[in-house]
């Protein structure tokens, strides 16, 4: 079958064709006839890698989301690098055609319009899709399918209880979005599909042929599998006195034979040394202009200087150290067969698309830091992922994977269970985790609202027909729940009360952000501070640091008896009797504190503007991208405290020093650099920093400024790119958020003519259509024909008094609303005694109108102002149709807000979906 036979419509047909091969594999025909393009039957596909498992996936998805009737698609993946890819490569696939978004730890620029449901498809991590069903009510009632990709993920340690609770909380909801769970190949289902309620698609044979075989160090000689299943002993090499040897000299004889090797290594220093060794060891040349460019494109200077000296001798590593860009100049140059050689983690064996000739597992035994360094045995599931790259789709060729051994004992081992043995069968690994820790994350996110509701979710999941069943059913979780509820509500983020379980305000809030209950306790105590006094940054941090999902980054140095006194944080800054000053000054401290206080020194400097490479010389274990991921995990966090200071009505400059920080944590920049930064232009962060010193800190100024404005900072073809990113960014939010404020209009009854007005119309005309859009609200509204004694456009009868209103929009859909425009109609409207002024602008205020529009705020005096961009007017507008918002509450809002009005001041549930 042809991917131009499928029944589709053209345009997901064309977009298919443009960049796929046309031949579908067999796992993709198997997928088709099971109805992945039309049925709403859930679906488990499980086929070897490279076998073209995530094509279905997006199959799916984009089929449903392109029918056009306002249902969209979510596609979850485990990692953030995976989902980077994704997006990347559907926005460029469907940009003529879907709104395509992602939300993960690091991307939260589209979160307001995933809230809203403003897309057709998104890509997001497990762990955000959880945080954003807690926090988003009806998310999932307009989603028409979750595509979950790499599934058998649910069976490991660190993602599997989380991915489980996910996916139960698809199959109880109301809505019953459909399933399409992708994995790689599992030799036994154990009820798997079962628990899903999907239809199996299973395929077990390779595109490719897979040779496999085990080589022993001390003799070099290996036993061999071939793909018909013949085993025998043949000669591989000569011996080696390490692994990293036999790997080395093994990859240079196949390179010298003409073939393309991927070596994997379990550790990322692993990844460097043998990467160098084998530049070392191969002749270097003159890099291809097209890679040069690239690769002195970069953003990270350190980055561009290795990669260079790698790709000059055709090798390159990949592991987590490393950006999306970096990541994606490699696989790049590895397809187009530049480079010979990549060495890297199991990373790039998840979901990357990246086939060779050779496959080289240097290593079996994969290091976890779980408060101390373990070893585990790599799953067999594991290998396979690696072992499944070698080979190459539609060119008849037979891949090989080696495994390397220390002698023939440990190669008869390694042989037998990754080579001859099962995939691990599925299972669940909810009944070994803690289940304070799922108690709380339930009940306080109002999954359940007692014991009985909690017990009852856990029978549901997985863990019970391939756990509990055999194991006291349930009477043991019953046991285990009563255990879980006491413990979580002596933390007080929990109340009991009529024989129900409420969460408190503020225990909502963190369990809504996907916190584990030790997290949300010592959160929780920086509220209760909070509450009383100004906290300083260094004190916020630390109290960040110390949570589990801040990470384990920066190591606590190995030879350094007490790295205290080199830290950066300044002892003057705290108050004696803080946490942080007593862990500083106490005659010692654990090896959790110390990891704290080390991770809170880097990022006082990385939210201060150190270049990443001072910091990667003062801290051991970090990269660029380490740094990348330790900011956006902060940033969660602080955005987490700020939520629950919010419920708990600490002071509002409080939280907006909390939302700051957090926006310098994410970039490592001062807060007001983030606009700028979030576009992922490329442009450094130290360029930035240094664009922030001049002046020119927002897009707006950055669309003011000239060659000459930038010179010695910016080239010419830089600042252009950033412009036309500016301007890219605000048409395509706009259409964006249009498309979706449509398609809610159609649902609720508001009239599409009065949105698509809203978003087009100009002048006068636009007047007329606020006006009408307010009447039909329940406000009255009178829309001035002459202005005689001021500039405002609309006198607005609110319960709380009369609203003076201006509305205006740019002849340009991409150029920002001036101060100057903004404040024509501050303190006009003589005579009428208003209440409250009010300017709703389209597209967007430019950075000096918002900031003075909060000044005049901050005044508390007679001049009073609101800015309401025209989205959010929009917004306020549509929960009004949908019944969300009152028409007193509308009015308040227009009465008594100021500065700039955003999604968050409005009242009433986020509404994601309608029935």
Not at 31 to 57: C, D, F, M
Not at 510 to 522: D, K, M, N
Not at 847 to 854: D, F, K, N, V
């Amino acid at each position: 079958m042809r991917v131009s036979d499928l029944n589709a419509r053209q345009e997901l047909l064309d977009a298919w064709t443009r960049d796929l091969p046309d031949d579908l594999t067999q796992v993709q025909v198997a997928a088709v006839a099971a109805g992945v393009l039309e049925g709403r039957t859930n679906l488990l596909v499980v086929a070897p890698t490279s076998s073209g498992k995530t094509l279905v996936g997006e199959m799916a998805a984009a089929s449903l989301a392109f029918e056009g009737d306002g249902r969209y698609s979510i596609m979850v993946v485990p990692t953030r690098a995976l989902a980077e890819e994704h997006f990347n490569r559907f926005r460029d696939r469907y940009r003529d055609v879907l709104n395509v978004v992602i939300s993960t730890g690091d991307w939260t620029e589209f979160d307001e319009d995933v809230r809203h449901g403003h897309f057709d498809l998104a890509v997001m991590t497990y762990e955000k899709l959880a945080i954003l069903l807690g926090q988003a009510v009806g998310i999932l009632d307009r989603c028409g399918c979750v595509i979950i990709d790499e599934g058998q993920s649910l069976n490991e340690s660190d993602r599997g209880v989380g991915l489980e609770l996910l996916i139960t909380q698809l199959l109880v909801n109301s809505a019953q979005p459909r399933i399409v769970v992708l994995s790689a190949s599992l030799d036994e289902l154990n009820g798997f599909d079962r628990w899903l309620q999907a239809a199996p698609v299973i395929v077990n044979e390779r595109p490719v042929p897979l040779d496999q075989a085990v080589c022993s160090l001390d003799t070099g000689t290996a036993l061999y599998r071939s793909h018909e299943g013949e085993v025998e002993k043949i000669q591989f090499g000569k011996p080696a006195q390490d692994s990293e040897v036999m790997a080395l000299n093994l990859a240079l004889s196949y390179i010298a034979n003409g073939k393309q090797v991927l070596i994997f290594r379990t550790s990322i220093p692993g990844t460097e040394r043998l990467a160098y060794q084998l530049a070392a060891r191969l002749p270097a040349g003159t890099i291809p202009q097209e890679w040069a460019d690239r690769i002195a494109g970069l953003q990270e200077a350190d980055s561009a200087r290795v990669l260079g000296l790698l790709f000059s001798s055709t090798v390159a590593l990949h592991n987590a150290d490393l950006g999306y860009e970096e990541r994606r100049l490699i696989e790049d140059a590895f397809r187009a067969r530049y480079l010979n050689v990549i060495v890297a983690t199991e990373t790039l064996a998840m979901g990357v698309n990246l086939p060779a000739d050779i496959v080289i597992l240097v290593d079996t035994d994969r290091y976890r830091w779980s408060r101390g360094w373990t070893t585990t045995p790599i799953q067999v599931a594991a290998y396979r992922n690696m072992a499944g790259r070698a080979g190459r789709l539609g060119l008849g060729t037979r891949g090989l994977a080696v495994l390397i051994a220390k002698d023939a004992v440990h190669g008869r081992r390694l042989f037998d269970r990754y080579v001859l043995g099962d995939v691990e069968p599925m299972n669940s690994v909810l009944p070994s985790h803690r289940m304070t820790d799922i108690a709380y994350r339930l009940l306080a996110a109002g999954i359940a609202r007692d014991p009985e509701g909690l017990v009852a979710f856990l029978a549901a999941t997985y863990a019970y027909p391939s756990f509990y069943e055999r194991h006291g059913g349930i009477s043991a979780i019953e046991h285990a729940v009563t255990t879980a509820v006491d413990e979580a509500v002596e933390t007080e983020l929990l109340v009991e009360h009529d024989k129900k379980i409420h969460p408190t305000p503020v225990g909502r809030a963190l369990a809504r952000s996907g916190v584990v209950l030790e997290t949300a306790v010592l959160l929780k105590r920086a509220v209760d501070r909070l509450r009383t006094e100004d906290v300083p940054t260094a004190d916020l941090l630390f109290q960040i640091c110390r949570c589990e999902e801040s990470g384990n980054r920066p190591f606590i140095p190995r030879k350094e008896a007490d790295p205290r006194g080199r830290l950066r944080i300044d002892p003057t800054a705290t108050k004696p009797e803080s946490e942080l000053a007593i862990a500083m000054h106490s005659a010692a401290v654990g090896d959790e504190t110390l990891q704290a206080l080390i991770e809170t020194s880097c990022a006082l400097e990385w939210i201060e503007g150190s270049s990443a490479r001072s910091l990667e010389k003062r801290y051991y274990g970090l990269s660029g991208e380490r740094l990348r991921n330790i900011g956006a995990n902060l940033a969660w966090l602080l955005e987490t405290l700020a939520e629950a200071a919010r419920v708990a009505d600490v002071l509002s400059d409080r939280i907006i020093t909390l939302r700051r920080l957090a926006l310098a944590s994410r970039y490592g920049l001062p807060h007001e650099l983030a606009p700028l930064a979030r576009l992922r232009t490329g442009i450094g962060r130290e360029t930035l920093f240094a664009l922030g010193q001049i002046g020119l800190a927002d897009p707006d100024a950055i669309l003011e400024a000239n060659a000459d404005t930038v010179a010695g900072l910016l080239a010419p073809g830089e600042l252009n790119r950033l412009q036309q990113a500016i301007r890219d960014d605000t048409i395509e939010t706009l259409r964006r958020r249009k498309s979706g404020h449509l398609q809610r209009a159609t649902r609720s009854g508001l009239s599409p003519e009065l949105i698509n007005a809203l978003y087009s119309a100009e002048d006068d005309v636009l007047e007329r259509v606020v006006r009408d859009v307010l009447e039909s609200a329940g406000l009255p509204t009178t829309q001035l024909e002459t202005q005689a004694y001021g500039e405002e456009d609309l006198q607005i009868s609110t319960p709380a008094g009369m609203v003076v209103g201006s509305v205006t929009a740019s002849k340009s859909p991409d150029k920002p609303i001036a101060w100057r425009k903004a404040r024509e109609v501050t303190g006009q409207g003589a005579g009428l005694n208003a209440v409250n002024f009010v300017c709703i602008g389209r597209p967007r205020f430019d950075g000096l109108a918002e900031r003075s529009a909060q000044a005049v705020a901050r005044e508390q005096q007679d001049r009073r102002l609101l800015l309401i961009p025209m989205h959010i007017f929009v917004e306020a507008i549509s929960r009004v149709a949908e019944g969300r918002i009152t028409t007193n509450a509308l009015g308040s809002v227009l009465a008594n807000g100021r500065g700039l009005l955003t999604a968050d001041d409005l009242p009433g549930e986020e509404p994601t979906a309608l029935p």
